[in-house]
């Protein structure tokens, strides 16, 4: 079975600072990758979404992602952050389970706090 | 409509009591999908029904039972269920399996 790693639990930044979160995954096949968000009292929403094609990948609120195949990677960043970023972020892949059914693995998700 | 709804938003229950939650899509999505979230934790899969037919049951026990009555409406009927199922029950939906998942607000149940 696949898994997702996310090494950030919790994050706190001051507003305007840069944001990178790290997500790895274990499968080697073709994966479909995601970053969802769930805002506190919110339900989740896509963030971004990697299918083919070019690796980096621009979302809604100014996030973008990197797909780097090599590392088994895709992570989140964000240039400057800002306080009503302060959510759960995510990170998922879609691609085969036991067997050969597709189903979305979800990482641990980080909690990123920003200060204003 | 770019909506996953789901009611009711909040359920309390014994754990005698049969209750059933329910998810609506209008996207024409052929895939849907229950999760339970637990707090601070990620959603957890437990069933998937694909074009109507379930294809995925996540060694569910059986006090939970999903039912797909048609391609927009997913249920979960509850029965006997214990403190420790307390969590936020989501409902997504998806145009197939390898496409996003739409998630629904959730209903926080309770069971005391």
């Known amino acids: 079975a696949q898994s997702v790693s996310q090494h950030n639990h919790h994050v706190i930044l001051s507003e305007a600072a840069s944001l990178e979160l790290g997500c790895n995954y274990s499968y080697g096949g073709t994966v479909n990758l995601f970053w969802y968000v769930q805002y506190p009292g919110q339900h989740l929403q896509l963030l971004l979404k990697?299918?083919?094609?070019?690796?980096l990948v621009k979302g809604i609120k100014g996030f973008e992602a990197e797909f780097i195949k090599s590392k088994f990677s895709f992570n989140l960043r964000k240039p400057s952050v800002q306080w009503s970023d302060t959510a759960e972020y995510f990170c998922a892949v879609n691609g085969p389970s036991s067997g050969s059914a597709r189903q979305l693995t979800f990482g641990s998700g980080t909690q990123l706090t920003v200060l204003p | 409509d770019t909506e996953v709804t789901q009611t009711p938003k909040h359920l309390v229950m014994g754990m005698t009591n049969k209750k059933s939650l329910k998810c609506e899509q209008h996207?024409?999505?052929?895939?849907m999908y229950w999760y339970k979230q637990k707090a601070k934790k990620p959603p957890e899969l437990m069933f998937v029904?694909?074009?109507?037919?379930?294809?995925i049951n996540e060694s569910v026990p059986s006090r939970f039972s999903p039912e797909c009555p048609n391609s927009s409406l997913l249920n979960l009927h509850l029965h006997a269920l214990q403190p420790e199922d307390s969590a936020l029950y989501l409902c997504a939906s998806s145009q197939d399996r390898f496409n996003e998942q739409f998630f629904g607000p959730g209903t926080r149940l309770t069971v005391l």
């Open positions: 029904y694909s074009y109507e037919k379930l294809s």
């Open positions: 996207m024409g999505h052929r895939a």
């Open positions: 990697y299918f083919s094609g070019d690796p």
